[in-house]
Nanobody
Framework: QVQLVESGGGLVQAGGSLRLSCAAS????????MAWFRQAPGKEREFVAG????????VHADSVKGRFTISRDNAKNTVYLQMNGLKPEDTAVYYC?????????????????WGQGTQVTVSS
């Protein structure tokens, strides 16, 4: 079992920055691929970024490429999402997810564990 707890969301003006954190329980954190997804009201949950177990391989959605960066610290059982250049369209609930595999995918159904989500609101 893996439990995930997100933090770091909030209200920010367009162009601002936030850093989301996801703290994971369990001694096998380093063997899981991790990802961030987001869901805006009335929309499907969409992939934002993923990171392999080693932290060396990352993938980002085209909509956030160049603005968001995913990283992880296996010693701290934590994955991060640094968000710069925020836009109003980034407003959503952001979820952390863990996959029982070394490699991330962009498909939500490939992930085994989810956090409760943290709200990010970007004002124009």
């Amino acid at each position: 079992q893996v439990q995930l707890v997100e933090s770091g969301g909030g209200l920010v003006q367009a162009g601002g920055s936030l850093r989301l954190s996801c703290a994971a329980s369990g001694r096998t954190f380093s063997s899981y691929a991790m990802a961030w997804f987001r869901q805006a009201p009335g929309k499907e949950r969409e992939f934002v970024a993923g990171i392999a177990w080693s932290g060396i391989i990352t993938v980002h959605a085209d909509s956030v490429k160049g603005r968001f960066t995913i990283s992880r610290d296996n010693a701290k059982n934590t994955v991060y999402l640094q968000m710069n250049g925020l836009k109003p369209e980034d407003t959503a609930v952001y979820y952390c997810a863990a996959r029982g595999s070394s490699w991330p995918t962009k498909t939500r159904y490939d992930y085994d564990y989810w956090g409760q989500g943290t709200q990010v609101t970007v004002s124009s």
